[in-house]
């Protein structure tokens, strides 16, 4: 999924091949940063970009919320 949680880019997606990557390098004026977060649900790996300064907790919650939303 790649979907940015929190910060200037909240709800984007990236798909990029690193652990870590600033919002700068997407657009100048943006400060935030954030690392990849994995989680597997049964036996599927989602991966999620998490600002760094969110609480894992806050950023887990919204994880959840966004892979119970119904599928188009």
């Not at 091949?17 to 700068?24: H, P, Q």
């Amino acid at each position: 999924m790649n979907i940015c949680i929190g910060g200037d880019l909240d709800g984007q997606v990236f798909d990029f091949d690193k652990k870590r990557f600033s919002a700068k390098e997407i657009d100048e004026s943006h400060s935030s940063t954030y690392y990849k977060q994995k989680y597997i649900i049964d036996s599927d790996l989602f991966c999620f970009w998490v600002l760094d300064s969110l609480d894992l907790g806050d950023a887990t919650k919204k994880v959840e919320l966004l892979l119970r939303k119904p599928k188009c």
